[in-house]
C-alpha cells in the first residue's frame, strides 16, 4: 500500500525545504556565536527522524505506519530499523569547520552517492525479490538499511546539528 506513503513525501519535500532553511540560518548563527539554538538542533532531530520513518515505510521496510507527529527533541527511540539519537552540539562550535562545512564534505557527500547507487541497485532489485518470494532477501535489506543510514549521517553533519564527521562505513 505504497499510495499510503504519498502524503508523508509531500510532507517530507516541505519540510526538506523548511530544514534547508534551517541549515542556512544555523550556519550563519554558529559562524557569528559559536553556539547553536537547540531548537534549531531539535528541529533538524525531528525532521531526520520523521522522513527516515516514511522513508521506511514508503519503500517496504516498515509496516508500521509513520506517525506524522514527533517532538522536537533529540533522543527518542523508534522502534525501526533505522534509529536517529544524537546529541546535537550546541555550545562551543567550531566556526572553522562550519565556515567550511560544505567544502569539508565532498569526500563524504562521493562516498555517500556510491553508496545510494549501490543501495538504490538492491532495492529494485528486491522488488522483484519480494514480488516472486515473498520476502526481502536479507543481504539486499541490509545494504538498504546501510544507504539510509549514511543518507542520515551526512544530513546531520550538513544541515549543523552535529560536528563529527560522518564515518566512511556503513554501520
Not at 81 to 110: D, K, S, Y
Not at 160 to 167: F, G, K, Q
Request: hydrophobic content about 50%.
Amino acid at each position: 500500500m505504497w499510495f499510503l506513503a504519498i502524503p508523508h513525501m509531500i510532507i517530507i519535500n516541505a519540510l526538506g525545504s523548511v530544514s534547508n532553511a534551517v541549515g542556512i540560518v544555523s550556519w550563519f548563527i554558529i559562524l557569528f556565536t559559536g553556539k547553536l539554538p537547540s531548537g534549531l538542533a531539535h528541529f533538524q532531530a525531528m525532521v531526520m527522524r520523521y522522513t527516515a520513518r516514511s522513508q521506511l515505510y514508503a519503500g517496504f521496510l516498515y509496516d508500521q505506519y509513520p506517525r506524522s507527529s514527533s517532538p522536537c527533541q533529540p533522543r527518542i527511540p523508534a522502534p525501526a530499523p533505522v534509529h536517529i539519537n544524537f546529541n546535537p552540539a550546541l555550545e562551543n562550535r567550531n566556526r572553522l569547520t562550519t565556515g567550511l562545512r560544505l567544502l569539508w564534505a565532498i569526500p563524504a557527500i562521493c562516498y555517500a552517492i556510491l553508496i545510494a547507487i549501490l543501495g538504490s541497485i538492491c532495492w529494485f532489485l528486491s522488488f522483484f525479490a519480494v514480488l516472486f518470494t515473498g520476502r526481502w532477501p536479507d543481504s539486499l535489506h541490509l545494504w538498504v538499511i546501510r544507504m539510509l543510514r549514511v543518507s542520515i549521517r551526512i544530513n546531520a553533519y550538513i544541515l549543523l546539528p552535529t560536528d563529527e564527521y560522518p564515518p566512511f562505513t556503513t554501520d
